[in-house]
């Protein structure tokens, strides 16, 4: 059973524009959720995380938002840009077992 | 200055041969992983370890094992590789606490033949 689920797999945007990438969650216990963008031949990195005492964290051009009782949440990417195209991978940690669960993530390509 | 090191960076092995995949890190961190990422299934946890000799298995744990013999090294191994096992394996560490970020290595390419 997929406990962490991307939506779309794959997103296209001009540049300028925001991109919208969805994640949702099974385990209620889920108390942690990273988001890593990975680029080509590299490496993942750590792009911005959330806590489910917030609703919203923001950094810079990149918002995420959350709905606990959906258990849903999105990565905003406004003013888009070419350098923005990576895969983005959303995770989510339960604070009782240390597992970070992964999504398959999305890959957003943003076209000049 | 923070790093995760995996080496061989590229390795091609035969269907049966035992393969070794190393893994250190600078950061004196508790927690290590080791991952595989395959083409659309995103990444896959193998092992995870909490520090030295305690390893717990992952989601994907068939095939595979692990030692930790000191804080700073994790090792994956494949005893008699094989061809399904053809990934990049991606190595993390990460401080003790269940909620921190993870440090990637760049990763191994294994091919299987």
């Known amino acids: 059973q997929q406990q962490v689920r991307q939506s779309p797999q794959s997103l296209t945007v001009w540049e300028g524009e925001t991109a919208i990438l969805n994640c949702s969650y099974e385990?209620?216990?889920?108390?942690?959720f990273p988001w890593y963008w990975q680029f080509p031949r590299e490496s993942p990195a750590l792009l911005i995380a959330?806590?489910?005492?917030?609703n919203k964290k923001e950094d810079g051009r990149f918002t995420i938002f959350f709905n606990k009782r959906e258990k849903k949440l999105s990565l905003h990417i406004t003013d888009s840009q070419p350098g923005d195209s990576a895969t983005y991978f959303c995770a989510a940690t339960s604070g009782g077992n240390y597992k970070p669960t992964f999504g398959k993530g999305t890959s957003l390509v943003v076209h000049p | 200055d923070m790093k995760v090191t995996q080496m061989p960076r590229y390795l091609i092995k035969r269907m049966g041969e035992n393969v070794l995949l190393e893994c250190g890190q600078d950061m004196s961190h508790e927690t290590m992983y080791w991952y595989r990422q395959d083409p659309g299934l995103g990444l896959q946890l193998i092992y995870i370890?909490?520090?030295?000799?305690?390893?717990s298995e992952g989601d994907i744990p068939k095939g595979y094992r692990v030692s930790r013999k000191k804080r700073e090294h994790f090792s994956l191994i494949l005893d008699s590789a094989k061809t399904n096992q053809t990934s990049v394996y991606f190595c993390?560490?990460?401080?003790?606490?269940?909620?921190?970020?993870?440090?990637f290595g760049h990763g191994t390419k294994l091919s299987v033949l």
């Open positions: 385990d209620s216990t889920f108390d942690y």
């Open positions: 993390a560490s990460s401080r003790d606490s269940p909620n921190e970020r993870l440090f």
């Open positions: 959330i806590r489910p005492v917030s």
């Open positions: 370890s909490y520090d030295v000799d305690s390893n």
